[in-house]
């Protein structure tokens, strides 16, 4: 069984900046990678960043130059940094990890509000 936990959500103003985090436990396969997604009212379930389990990132070009992906592969953790936030990025934001045989998990999301 595994597990996939995201914290560090919340609300925040224009231009701030959150730290989300995601933890993984219990029988992990080897990674292929980790990422962010994030799901806004009315809307369908969008990428934000990849990891791989080689360092290799990739995000979205909405986020491109204000957030920033990282993993502590020794923790199982993935971290999404975001900085110049905007309202347009109000969602909740989920984790899902992926490993080397295609199994998916996900979690179960943390809300990110930006709003004055």
């Known amino acids: 069984q595994v597990h996939v936990v995201e914290s560090g959500g919340g609300l925040v103003q224009p231009g701030g900046s959150l730290r989300l985090s995601c933890a993984a436990s219990?029988?992990?396969?080897?990674?292929?990678?980790m990422g962010w997604y994030r799901q806004a009212p009315g809307k369908q379930r969008e990428l934000v960043a990849t990891i791989t389990g080689g360092g290799t990132t990739n995000y979205a070009d909405s986020v491109k130059g204000r957030f920033a992906i990282s993993s502590d592969s020794a923790k199982n953790t993935a971290y999404l940094q975001m900085n110049s936030l905007k309202p347009d990025d109000t969602a909740v934001y989920y984790c899902?990890?992926?490993?080397?045989?295609?199994?998916?998990?996900w979690g179960q999301g943390t809300q990110v509000t930006v709003s004055s």
């Open positions: 899902k990890r992926v490993d080397l045989g295609g199994n998916g998990y």
């Open positions: 219990g029988s992990l396969g080897s990674i292929a990678f």
